[in-house]
């Protein structure tokens, strides 16, 4: 007995977070220094990213900066190339970088490795926010006009709904305790969480919001959220929002939602709308007194267990059961993107322990992956596939190759080099090996396009 109380509380250890944060710096620290951008990818940047700054400077004019050495441009430029290479902290790599060669469209300019690493502690976070915020709508308007084939289930949402977004958080890495007040800190604090709105189809942000608090609920930003989500919008989220409230304000909002039934949901059932061995599709109420609403439960058995979900879509004719499963099952998309974001571009490791330098980087990456979206689309679009097919990674990582051929004068378009070397450089997803399914569920499968 006392043998099976023992292994009763046994708990399994969970992953350091601090110790994956090292084990990225020690990466960073032995790969070898990222060449610039090549020219066609530098007047990409510029292109996209120069007009976004210029509808700062009212705001810089009122926050009084007075910076002649590292103003808002340079500073975009230096923070954009510290990303795309892959530089780490910026310190004094970064100082010899920008004296000697320039960054992106900043030129050269001598500084030092202390100011450098004084403007990212203490440059306003939010005039990056501003710069992505402007930006975030020209990559929109660039993806609307692209024609690619988009997989079926987003197909037939785009002709039914205004948007189809998904909203998720996600818990920032430790910060390495080595400057200001973290050296005397007894543990590396986590440096805050950021939620992200994403549009389905194009995997463009909407919007971005950042918490210093990493322990702060995703039920936290319900009121950015609320606010950020057009009218006629599909909106798709995981258990973590349930909230029969802000459920309620979605729908007098006019907005769809559509989400997983927790397992210990109380309803009761006022309809049932279909009934067969796969699928339940119920109308039911949720909810007591002032929050007491009629909502869609939506029971599907695939491979042997039941997976249900709600939604305030009470007609089946709207969002039949087969396109609310695939397009919930598309949801999983968003932990991509912060995969992307988090390993890919290195927001896992942090430059500096201020809360500023912390937000400014979160702004700067998330346009660092607007851009390399905006890129991958471009390649889809000359394929002719959907950009789900497409791998954002392996883009990033041709753009080296692509260099390379530009400078022996082999190609002059990263996009129809990187089309024209799909296979070489892996820049096609490889196709999954699906099980048969049901006709009902030919659209679920996450690789199914």
């Not at 926050?63 to 808002?72: A, H, K, V």
């Not at 530089?87 to 100082?95: C, F, P, T, V």
């Not at 909203?167 to 992200?196: H, I, Q, Y």
């Not at 950015?224 to 029969?244: C, E, K």
Request: charged share 20%; with cysteine.
């Amino acid at each position: 007995m006392a043998k099976k109380t023992q292994h009763s509380n046994t708990k399994q250890s969970k992953k350091s977070s601090v110790r994956h944060t090292r084990a990225i710096q020690r990466d960073r620290s032995k790969r070898p220094i990222v060449a610039p951008p090549d020219e066609q990818i530098e007047e990409r940047l510029n292109t996209l990213v120069v007009p976004a700054i210029a509808t700062q400077q009212t705001e810089v004019r009122k926050l009084g900066l007075r910076s002649r050495l590292l103003p808002l441009s340079v500073m975009v430029a230096l923070v954009i190339s510290l990303i795309w290479r892959q530089l780490g902290a910026g310190g004094s790599e970064a100082a010899r970088l920008l004296s000697t060669e320039g960054m992106l469209w900043s030129g050269i300019i001598a500084v030092t490795q202390q100011a450098i690493s004084l403007r990212l502690r203490v440059f306003p976070a939010s005039l990056f926010l501003g710069v992505l915020q402007a930006l975030l709508p020209i990559l929109t308007a660039r993806w609307q006009v692209r024609q690619r084939p988009l997989p079926r289930a987003l197909a037939w949402a785009q002709a039914h709904y205004t948007a189809v977004l998904l909203t998720d958080g996600s818990t920032l890495d430790a910060l390495l305790r080595k400057v200001g007040l973290l050296r005397d800190a007894d543990t590396n604090p986590l440096a805050g969480r950021m939620l992200a709105l994403l549009d389905l189809a194009g995997l463009l942000p909407r919007q971005v919001w950042y918490d210093a608090d990493a322990n702060a609920s995703d039920q936290r930003f319900w009121p950015q959220i609320l606010t950020s989500v057009p009218r006629g919008a599909l909106l798709i989220f995981d258990m973590g929002f349930n909230n029969f409230a802000r459920f309620a304000e979605l729908t007098v909002a006019q907005v769809t939602w559509l989400t997983r039934a927790k397992s210990n949901l109380k309803y009761e059932v006022e309809r049932c709308l279909c009934r067969t061995s796969q699928v339940r599709d119920l109308l039911v109420w949720i909810g007591a007194d002032g929050v007491r609403q009629q909502v869609r439960l939506i029971a599907v058995c695939y491979q042997g267990k039941w997976y249900r979900y709600l939604t305030n879509e009470l007609d089946p004719a709207q969002l039949p059961v087969a396109y609310a499963v695939a397009l919930y099952w598309q949801r999983w998309r968003i932990e991509d993107a912060f995969n992307i974001v988090k390993r890919l571009l290195g927001l896992a490791y942090f430059w500096t322990g201020a809360q500023n330098g912390v937000e400014l980087q979160v702004w700067a990456t998330w346009l660092v992956y607007g851009v390399l979206v905006d890129l991958t689309d471009a390649v889809a679009e000359a394929l002719q596939r959907p950009y789900a097919q497409i791998s954002l990674e392996m883009v990033y990582r041709g753009l080296p190759y692509f260099a390379g051929a530009y400078q022996r004068g082999e190609a002059d378009d990263p996009v129809e080099y990187l089309a024209a070397h799909r296979k070489l450089l892996g820049i096609v997803k490889r196709k999954r090996k699906l099980d048969p399914l049901p006709t009902l569920l030919d659209l679920t499968m996450p690789g199914k396009a």
